[in-house]
C-alpha cells in the first residue's frame, strides 16, 4: 500500500520538472542581447530548385536540380549551367565546360554574362538558348546579354517559350514561335517535332479555351478519342508525362500559373494515373526532370 502511493505520488513529477525546464529556458532566452545568435537555434538554409537546360544532342533538356539557396543564387545556377550534367545522366553541356563566367550582373532584370571563352558556331545557338532559358527561370531575370571572348553573342534576349514533350530519356523543351497560351496549345496539339517524341495523339482536337486573368488560370477542354483512351491505357506513364509537357508548355508565360485540362467530362484516363491533373487547377511542375533520377 505505502509503495503504491509513493508511485502515484511521483507521477507528476517529471511532467512538472520538465515544464519548469521550459520556463526557465524560455525566461533565459528573452534575457539574451538582441541578436544574440545560438548555433544550436540557427534555421538551417533551405535548399531551391534550379532548372538547367543541357543537351540530349537535338534538344534542350530541362534538370531541375536542388541547389543551395543563397544571395548570388543566379550566379551559382550560371555556373552549374556551364559545369554541365552529372555524367550518368547521358546528357551533355552545351556552353564549353572551360570557359569562366568573368562578369555576371543584374540590372534592371537584364543579366550580363561574359564569358572566357568563344562558342563555337555550331552550337552557339543552342548555348545562348540553355542560358537564356536557365536563368529567366529566376525570379527577377527578364532578359539575358551574352559576351563571349570580349564579342557580343546577344543582346537583352527575352525568354523563347517552349513546348515540353517526353522522349525516352524525360521531358525536352523545343523553343517555339507561339506568342500566347492559345497559340502555344494550337502548336502543342499538331505532331511533335520529331519521331522520338511524344504529345497528344493527332485526332484529340480543342473543344473550348478560356483564360482567366484575375486567376491566371488557362482552362482547356479537349475531346477525349479512341486513340488517347488507347495511349493512356497501354501506356499511362508516358501519357501523364504528356499532360505535365502540356501543363509545363502553358506556363512558360507569366501570365499562366494554373492550368485545367479536360477531356470532355472524363475525370478518369487509363486506370486512372492521370487524374489527380485532370479537371482542377494545376501549378507549373516543380520537377521537369528530376536529376536524381536520370541515368537510372
Not at 116 to 124: K, M, Q, Y
Request: charged share 20%; hydrophobic share 45%; with cysteine.
Amino acid at each position: 500500500m505505502i509503495r503504491r502511493g509513493i508511485r502515484h505520488w511521483r507521477r507528476p513529477v517529471l511532467p512538472v520538472l520538465g515544464a519548469g525546464a521550459v520556463l526557465l529556458a524560455g525566461f533565459w532566452l528573452r534575457s539574451l542581447p538582441p541578436g544574440k545568435e545560438l548555433p544550436w537555434l540557427r534555421i538551417r538554409e533551405q535548399n531551391r530548385i534550379a532548372t538547367l537546360y543541357f543537351s540530349d544532342g537535338p534538344h534542350l533538356f530541362p534538370v531541375s536540380r536542388r541547389m543551395p539557396a543563397a544571395d548570388d543564387f543566379p550566379r551559382g545556377v550560371l555556373r552549374a549551367l556551364i559545369a554541365g550534367p552529372a555524367a550518368a545522366s547521358g546528357l551533355r553541356g552545351a556552353i564549353p565546360p572551360a570557359a569562366e563566367v568573368t562578369l555576371f550582373r543584374l540590372e534592371n532584370g537584364i543579366a550580363r554574362v561574359d564569358l572566357s571563352r568563344e562558342i563555337g558556331a555550331n552550337d552557339r545557338e543552342q548555348a545562348v538558348a540553355a542560358i537564356v532559358e536557365t536563368l529567366t527561370a529566376l525570379p527577377g531575370v527578364r532578359a539575358v546579354s551574352v559576351n563571349a571572348a570580349g564579342k557580343t553573342v546577344v543582346e537583352a534576349a527575352p525568354r523563347v517559350p517552349l513546348l515540353y514533350y517526353p522522349s525516352a530519356a524525360g521531358l525536352v523543351a523545343v523553343p517555339d514561335s507561339a506568342g500566347t497560351p492559345r497559340d502555344a496549345i494550337d502548336r502543342f496539339l499538331q505532331a511533335p517535332p520529331g519521331a522520338a517524341l511524344t504529345g497528344l495523339p493527332a485526332d484529340v482536337r480543342l473543344l473550348k479555351y478560356t483564360f482567366a486573368p484575375a486567376e491566371a488560370l488557362v482552362s482547356i477542354n479537349l475531346s477525349y478519342t479512341p486513340s488517347l483512351h488507347t495511349l493512356a491505357t497501354e501506356k499511362p506513364y508516358l501519357m501523364r508525362s504528356v499532360l505535365l509537357g502540356l501543363i509545363a508548355s502553358l506556363t512558360e508565360f507569366p501570365e499562366v500559373h494554373f492550368v485545367r485540362i479536360d477531356f470532355d467530362g472524363h475525370s478518369r484516363l487509363g486506370l486512372g494515373q492521370c487524374s489527380d491533373l485532370l479537371q482542377t487547377p494545376q501549378p507549373r511542375p516543380e520537377l521537369l526532370n528530376d536529376e536524381r533520377l536520370l541515368g537510372r
